[in-house]
């Protein structure tokens, strides 16, 4: 990994690049709270319709509980469990959570058989979770709130049928707010960060203004946390940005 510090965006905010210092494959320790989380999503979710096993996992086992869409939650939720077993590599006196678990949500129509996700228009989500869950404790670093994190160096659409090559993690904002944080005991507290797929432009605009500002221009064209793969390219110049 490395961290340079005079490496900084517009922003003033630390741009870290991971072209090396991966760990090494390591065996991974059992999930210490894939009961707790379990009842965490069907509690404020809805009920678990499916968990997607690894078979062999790297350092972290991680595993992703879908929700199948519901009145209440009219999307399909995916969320890992497994991240939070370790603690992340977070700055001393940041005040960020050192426990993390991620998720994303998909539109109704998403195809989320096991036949389908042989198809990577379809299983890039699952994939992504995957990837982003293991990362920081492969990296020795960690993820947060408004982190962005390309599809790759150079970054690459996340499948044929769209443009969108990156992602920022956000608090989800389609779920209810009691489920984003569940606690485990007085010295363990989990959180659940949503990942939110970004084009170039956006990533490059929250580089240079912020994640604050980009999050003004979501609201502003109503960019929601759910999944869209066509959706309208908020930093493009046709909407007056730079």
Known sequence: MSNDDNNVSKSGAKIFTYTDGEKEWEAAHGEECIEEISDHIERHIGEIHLVYHELVSDTVHIDVHHVAPTNECPFHTLITSGMSDLPMAVPEDSGMPKHLELMILL????????EDFQNEQWYWPVRTLKFLARFPHKYDTWLGYGHTIPNGNPAEPYAENTRLNGAILLPPVSVPREFLTLEIDKDKTIEFNCIVPLYEEEMNYKLDKGSD??????????VSDVVDIKRKNIAKKRFGLF
């Open 107 to 114: 539109p109704k129509n998403w195809k989320i058989s096991q």
């Open 213 to 222: 500002a980009l999050l003004d221009k979501f609201d502003k064209h109503g």
